[in-house]
């Protein structure tokens, strides 16, 4: 046990903080509020990071205090897949039979190649736009970065950019994203439920714990199949970058460069 974990269990500041935060974020509860003809869910987990993030800048919470809360994640998501594996196992019938639906869902991460990338060389961005829009940037991504560019190349410092903003921002946009969309499109709710595991275990609790509370009846298949896409996007999500996502983004990033760099230069011309 390191010496991170043995003082977790002896800071009594922040067991008392995060009873604090539960009880309050629980009391306050679920609500929802209309957006034209879909609905956008506020749960309790969002409350929850909103008062945590709050609490960091005041004298409330030291730096000990947040080292101290990182190993408690870590445990927090180790119980969420426990629970899924338990509720996976009488809904795999549904979801073996959804088995090509759950394998080619790996190629919806791609879009944010196709997406985000033109819009970042369109800003502006250089190399960065390679690390940042190539996948979702979580852990296997980061590493694959680091291993092919390095931590100080622009690349680099793409990739750390959307992960540490993925890991803040992150479960609240998807928490309010999956919710919003699954009650405006007419998808059924397993095709947002799959689209919730993208390889984050607090992304896809935020996004499956919003479509359970807009579809309580489906709350078993909902975890089912959220938590079989996160395994399965843990699983063959870097090869899917290593071979597809990475060499896809660098291609199209000198395509949508060198088109740009032409029409830059056809300015200057006529400028001129």
Do not use: C
């Amino acid at each position: 046990m390191s010496e991170v974990q043995k003082n977790l269990w002896k800071d009594w500041r922040l067991h008392a903080l995060v009873l604090v935060i539960v009880v309050i974020t629980e009391l306050m509860g679920t609500h929802e509020f209309s957006v034209g003809p879909g609905v956008i869910l506020l749960l309790p987990m969002l409350y929850a990071i909103i008062i945590g993030l709050a609490l960091y800048f005041t004298p409330i919470i030291k730096e000990k205090q947040s080292k101290h809360a990182e190993p408690l994640i870590v445990l927090g998501v180790t119980l969420l897949i426990a629970k899924i594996g338990v509720i996976i196992g009488p809904s795999l019938p549904q979801i073996i039979a959804a088995g090509p639906a759950l394998l080619l869902q790996e190629f919806g991460n791609l879009g944010t190649i196709f997406i985000a990338l033109p819009i970042a060389v369109f800003l502006g961005l250089k190399r960065e736009s390679i690390g940042m829009t190539h996948s979702v940037a979580r852990e296997p991504n980061v590493g694959l970065i680091m291993d092919k560019y390095g931590f100080n190349s622009p690349e680099g410092r793409g990739v750390m950019a959307i992960y540490i903003f993925g890991t803040v921002f992150g479960a609240v946009f998807m928490g309010l994203i999956s919710g919003f969309l699954a009650t405006i499109t007419p998808l059924h709710p397993l095709s947002f439920a799959m689209a919730s595991g993208i390889g984050s275990g607090s992304m896809m609790a935020a996004a499956s714990g919003s479509l359970v509370a807009a579809f309580p009846s489906m709350e078993t298949e909902i975890l089912a199949f959220a938590g079989a896409s996160n395994l399965l996007s843990l699983s063959t999500g870097l090869y899917m970058s290593i071979f597809i996502g990475l060499p896809l983004t660098e291609k199209l990033y000198n395509v949508l460069n060198k088109r740009k760099d032409n029409r830059t230069g056809a300015n200057t011309g006529r400028g001129e």
